[in-house]
């Protein structure tokens, strides 16, 4: 059974940073695509980032895009978000996901295993 784990989330002031960890246990991970979404009270859940199992594709949303970095750590099994200037609207409880495939998605219909989230609060 694979269980993803995500912390760093927390409060920040608009124009700060925080990344996000997400440490995977139960197998290595390191041959499944892996995302991050988020997801507030006003919207469906979203898609931020995603890398695939090499790392030589990577995706972004348009908001996090020039912003948000995302990679991973194949010796620790994990993957992180880099989020930099944010912004209130970042505001939202942020997901760590995986795919059985190598391949990226950006359809959360697409990841087969889901951690519980972590919230990121910004400030104006």
């Known amino acids: 059974q694979v269980r993803l784990v995500e912390s760093g989330g927390g409060k920040v002031q608009a124009g700060g940073s925080l990344m996000l960890s997400c440490a995977a246990s139960?197998?290595?991970?390191?041959?499944?695509?892996m995302a991050w979404f988020r997801q507030n009270a006003e919207k469906e859940r979203e898609f931020v980032g995603g890398?695939?199992?090499?790392?030589?594709?990577?995706n972004y949303s348009k908001s996090a895009l020039g912003r948000f970095v995302i990679g991973r750590d194949y010796d620790k099994n994990m993957v992180w978000l880099q989020m930099n200037s944010l912004k209130p609207e970042d505001t939202a409880v942020y997901y760590c996901?995986?795919?059985?495939?190598?391949?990226?998605?950006?359809?959360?219909?697409?990841?087969?295993?889901w951690g519980e989230g972590t919230q990121v609060t910004v400030s104006s």
């Open positions: 890398i695939s199992w090499d790392s030589r594709d990577t």
């Open positions: 139960g197998r290595r991970l390191n041959d499944n695509a």
């Open positions: 996901a995986a795919r059985r495939s190598a391949f990226l998605s950006l359809s959360k219909e697409g990841y087969m295993y």
